[in-house]
């Protein structure tokens, strides 16, 4: 961005230098400087991040849980089951452990151990609102990632969560949070629910992150086979909660159920 301002500053003074020479005319002076405060602002604006956190139901009480990082979440509950309504953001295990922060690629790749990292490895821009993403080896470590008394879902406890909202073919609506502070143009999110589901995307096996804003994936506790587990996901065009399987591998958000 440094060199882009600095381009556009020699490029216009070069202008400006010619056109006076040229025309002796004022006018070239405030026209040429007004375009440059037009560029220069606008790459100050784009430089700026705005953090929105999560939005939450307004109509329906929340209760909160903290992890061993001090992080606190809002939780909710839904049908018999109560559930976390943020992503988790813990480092570390339960017993105190770190979990290792992975952000290079090469390395998350190859790993078959639990890791965590934050989308586009930039915690300032998506930790408060998506916390981290973790890969299966930290959901599945003995350790634990969930706080006490709270664990990562099983395959089955999510169809609980699915079905008591109607189906896998209604629900997601109901799960995403309202409006499009983080949903890319979806209008028929209302969180019903009060489980402010978030499309904070995901990191490939290959290490690369996918966009944020259009999808949101969640691990189940439960394998599908030596390589892949089960998981959920949310798009942000239609109202079906997706099962699928994928690989271990992989970067996703992780919600926690209370024991």
């Known amino acids: 961005m440094a060199f882009d301002i600095l381009s556009l500053l ?10 006076t020479m040229k025309t002796k005319l004022a006018i070239w002076t405030v026209l040429i400087a007004g375009i440059l405060f037009f560029f220069l ?3 100050k604006k784009d430089d700026t991040k705005t953090v929105v956190k999560p939005i939450f ?4 009480t929340y209760g909160t849980v903290s992890d061993d990082d001090g992080n606190a979440y809002k939780t909710i509950q839904i049908g018999t089951q109560i559930w976390m309504a943020e992503n988790l953001k813990t480092t570390k295990y339960r017993n105190g452990e770190p979990i290792s922060n992975v952000p290079d690629g090469t390395v998350w790749s ?5 890791a965590y990292c934050w989308h586009d490895n930039d915690n300032i821009a998506n930790k408060a609102a998506y916390g981290a993403l973790y890969n299966w080896y930290a959901v599945a470590d003995s350790r634990n990632i969930a706080p006490l008394g709270w664990h990562v879902p099983t395959d089955d406890e999510w169809t609980t969560l699915t079905t008591y909202l109607g189906g896998e073919s209604v629900a997601c609506d109901k799960l995403k949070e309202a409006g499009n502070s983080h949903w890319d143009s979806d209008t028929g999110a ?3 629910s009060g489980f402010a589901a978030l499309p904070g995307s995901f990191r490939y096996a290959n ?3 996918d966009i944020v804003g259009y999808n949101g994936y969640w691990w189940s506790s439960t394998a599908f086979d030596a390589s892949n587990a089960w998981l959920r996901y949310l798009y942000w065009h239609d109202a079906d909660v997706y099962r699928i399987n994928y690989n271990e591998h992989s970067g996703l958000s992780v919600r926690c159920v209370k024991d």
């Open 10 to 19: 020699v490029i216009f003074g070069l202008i400006l230098r010619y056109l």
């Open 207 to 209: 290490s690369k992150f």
């Open 41 to 43: 602002y606008s790459f």
């Open 57 to 60: 139901n307004p109509n329906l």
């Open 190 to 192: 209302t969180n019903s």
């Open 110 to 114: 190859a790993l078959t151990t639990g």
